[in-house]
């Protein structure tokens, strides 16, 4: 199974659509293709039924959560200072991220292949989050969409039935989101260090009780 | 016929029946408290500190390095280092645990702090009636409750313990051969010196003796 | 609050005799209810004895596992990989150490691959033997069938005890190997519990198979077509009962399966009746590939010698792994920022995906029908909510 021969296929059957492989650089080589939101149902059908080889089980579904990341690299470039070049050294800032995305790994059970990885990404994390669902092509999308969308936030358009899967419905947050916040439910921690530690302290500061701050350490 | 399986099904159990009265494989049932199976070789529950010798204070291996505290996965593990060193079973300066706490609530035997171990000095045992009416504090075992001997570990796992002690006479042989070495290396040095220097300080030759006697022993 | 939302009587075929049609009744069945498997929670709404919707609740053991995994070490989610699918934790390790050695290209030595076989076939078989046993206890056979499968799992349980330490969690993979050599002894021991499994099987099958009652009950209830299990993702057994002919041992042949010989059975109806068998049928498979791999076992290293156990860093990349576990496949996808704990960490839970059509098995069929479609499902709820 050759991805690009699979982006090619699906690029000569939808038409307009836009495709990207993203490479993975591990030993496991799984690069995966990245689908735009706006055809990916008609991606999912033709992958199911129209495809060679069909991809018509579709094994997993998570999401990913990219919080806004910058980095800043020192780079080299070559500039014309006073009429002669001159190598420059320069700070160039890189922001990554600062998008949801939801992972689709689909195999082909009649010729034994795959796994093919579909990504999606959403416009952002806080307002721009709808992304169409795929349930409609591969009904084993139907409770993890719904993980998906309880832990992560991420809207599908077009779900049966888009409730929280593991959280109760008066959850609010999305805990599985990088900047999640877990509620202060201390309750007795004999061993804390590191983070929890940190938290112990915060919760007896919060609660001003000394008696129990020694117990804390 | 009809009800020829349900016939055949009940011969089953009566052979079950009644063979439970001749065959031990057909009555597996012990009665616990009173009665117990022989205790697996393998097993293990909880992590216990070894220590070397008679003196559980004296003899601890555990030097306090903290990895077994950090590579644990529920942070069950507390410890506080020593400020000052004490010889440990062999004679050799080592930090010690003025704590080390273990919450067996929160334990889940699952022996990562024993393969992290450099020091051979956290063991699992087999003792599982641990229960307590104290939710918290009859839970947490400190360090008096968690050392036992290396005799008590050759009892519970002797294959084991054999193989442990084999390597840790292996490691303090090849100790005491670098030590002895630099020692004769250190006295050879303060010899050539003394030869060296016509008439050599008291105070460097008290010096010299003090720090290879410490050395040696 | 009520999901009973928008089901009216209007929706559902009006039986023949009208004037006898009372209203209907909205049950909550779980989570804490003996044929759960767990805590896991059914609401039903019913016209009399007869299903007319059922949503299932999920998330009573959550405990965001994938999470804890993000502030973990790799090495140190293993221990919590047993804690999935409890019954068989040898194969949650033997998933998640796959994974992991694919997205740090790590090679397993040789012993290890087959000391893997040997512990996830053993695993398999007392999966199944206790699940057959918790199935025949659903359908009304109290205690008899379930003890005598509890006694044979028992011995492979003591096996285990052995070899790792620990009855159900084992934690026996590490990446490129295993924790444990095998200790003296185990060897026979294990031998002579395989070589007494057919008898157990034997019994077992004259036991209730040609049972008519229990044909009764299973045979034409909670259909899966083969159709249906590809689209809603069933895997393992329940999709073998289907007709699916996948077995990801025969597909992926991860590790060294492609050096065993053994059939895949395969059911042709898809109801309660078949995915029985399939559990049957599969224990003896695996005993075969037992045999083979005990006979074969070579002599050698039990770990990669250049993986190291703490501050292991794999390359920044992703992977997902999956292997047949008994319950169906069960994945491991990892995304690696060359940190020492995972980026993201996502179990692919067979138990959950095996659960998307139990509302349509179980429609039309009576409450004491859903408590056996449900048990043939196998589920562990620590997989399932995770």
């Known amino acids: 199974m050759n991805l690009e021969e699979i982006k090619s296929q699906i690029e000569a059957n939808v038409p307009g659509c836009s495709l990207e492989i993203i490479p993975n650089a591990s030993p496991s080589g799984q690069h995966s293709l990245l689908v735009d939101p706006e055809h990916a149902l008609t991606v999912g059908s033709f992958l199911r039924d129209g495809a060679s080889p069909r991809f018509d089980y579709c094994s997993n579904v998570t999401g990913v959560d990219w919080p806004l990341k910058e980095t800043t690299a020192k780079q080299k470039t070559k500039k014309i200072v006073d009429g002669v070049e001159k190598e420059v050294e320069e700070a160039v800032k890189t922001s990554t991220g600062d998008y949801l995305e939801v992972v689709y790994h689909l195999f082909s059970l009649e010729d034994r292949q795959g796994p093919l990885v579909l990504r999606m990404r959403t416009g952002d994390r806080a307002e721009r989050v709808h992304l169409p669902s795929l349930t409609p092509v591969w009904r084993s999308a139907e409770f993890q969409e719904r993980e998906v969308y309880d832990l992560f936030g991420i809207v599908f358009d077009g779900h049966p039935d888009l409730r929280r899967l593991l959280m109760w419905e008066e959850f609010t947050d999305h805990p599985m989101r990088k900047d999640y916040v877990d509620p202060d439910d201390y309750e007795y921690e004999p061993t804390a260090h590191d983070e929890v530690l940190k938290r112990t302290q915060a919760h007896y500061a919060a609660q001003e009780t000394p008696s129990g701050a020694e117990e804390a350490r | 016929m009809l009800g020829n399986g349900i016939i055949k099904g009940l011969a089953e159990t009566a052979r079950n029946f009644f063979g439970s009265y001749v065959d031990k494989e057909r009555l597996t049932t012990v009665q616990f408290p009173e009665e117990r199976l022989p205790q697996i070789e393998g097993t293990r529950d909880f992590p216990f500190l070894v220590y070397d010798g008679d003196d559980w204070e004296k003899g601890l291996r555990c030097v306090s390095c903290h990895i077994c505290e950090k590579e644990c996965p529920p942070k069950c593990i507390f410890i506080e280092k020593s400020k000052d060193k004490k010889p440990d079973a062999v004679g050799k300066l080592q930090f010690y645990p003025v704590r080390f706490d273990i919450d067996v609530s929160v334990c889940m035997s699952c022996q990562i702090c024993v393969e992290v171990c450099p020091f051979d000095a956290i063991k699992m045992d087999v003792e599982f009636e641990l229960s307590s009416d104290d939710r918290f504090g009859g839970l947490l075992h400190h360090k008096d409750k968690l050392a036992k001997s290396n005799e008590y570990y050759h009892k519970i796992h002797p294959t084991e313990a054999a193989a442990v002690d084999a390597a840790l006479a292996e490691d303090r042989e090849k100790e005491k051969e670098k030590q002895k070495q630099a020692a004769a290396a250190a006295a050879a040095a303060a010899a050539a010196k003394a030869a060296a220097a016509a008439n050599p300080p008291p105070a460097a030759e008290t010096n010299t003796d003090a720090s290879s006697k410490e050395e040696t022993k | ?386």
């Not at chain 3, 009216?8 to 044929?35: F, R």
């Not at chain 3, 000391?115 to 046993?133: K, P, S």
Request: with cysteine; aromatic share 8%.
């Open chain 3, 1 to 386: 609050m009520s999901v009973l939302t928008e089901v009216s009587i209007d929706t559902i075929s009006q039986p023949a005799n009208d004037h006898l049609h009372g209203d209907l009744l909205e049950i909550s069945m779980g989570p804490h209810h003996p044929s759960t498997h767990g805590v896991f929670r059914m609401n039903i709404v019913l016209d009399g004895e007869r299903v007319v919707k059922l949503k299932p609740v999920f998330g009573y053991l959550h405990r965001n596992h994938e999470k804890i995994a993000e502030h973990e070490t790799y090495l140190g989610s293993m221990p919590y990989t047993d804690r999935l699918d409890y019954i068989c934790s040898i194969t949650n390790n033997w998933a998640y150490a796959l994974a992991v050695e694919k997205l740090a290209g790590i090679p397993v030595p040789e012993r290890a691959e087959y000391l893997r076989v040997i512990t996830g076939e053993l695993t398999r078989l007392q999966n199944h033997a206790g699940l057959i046993g918790f199935l025949l206890q659903d359908m009304g056979a109290s205690g008899t069938p379930l003890m005598y499968a509890f006694r044979e799992r028992e011995k492979i349980l003591d096996l285990f005890e052995a070899l790792t330490g620990a009855r159900m969690m084992c934690n026996y993979m590490r990446f490129g190997g295993c924790r444990r050599d095998l200790p003296s002894g185990w060897m026979e021991h294990a031998q002579k519990v395989v070589d007494g499994f057919p008898r157990f099987l034997d019994e077992f099958e004259r036991l209730l198979r040609t049972n008519e009652i229990l044909m009764a009950r299973t045979q034409g209830v909670g259909i899966v077509t083969r159709e249906q299990a590809i689209n809603a993702g069933i895997s393992g057994p329940m999709a073998r009962a289907s007709g699916v002919n996948y077995d990801l041992r025969k597909v992926d042949k991860y590790g060294i399966y492609d050096r065993f010989s053994f059939r895949v059975p395969l059911g042709e109806h898809g109801d309660v009746y078949d995915r029985y068998m399939m559990r049957l049928l599969e224990m003896r498979e695996s005993l075969d590939i037992l045999k083979q791999a005990m006979r074969d076992l070579p002599s050698g290293p039990i770990m990669d010698p250049n993986t190291k156990i703490r501050n292991f860093r794999p390359k920044a990349g992703e992977a997902y792994g999956r292997i047949e576990s008994p319950k169906g496949e069960l994945g491991f996808y990892l995304i690696s920022d060359g940190g020492p704990n995972p980026y993201r960490y996502r179990v692919r839970p067979p138990s959950l995906i095996n659960l998307t059509l139990l509302e349509q098995m179980c429609l039309g069929h009576n409450v004491s029908d859903v408590v056996i479609i449900l048990g043939s499902v196998d589920i562990v709820l620590g997989e399932v909510d995770r």
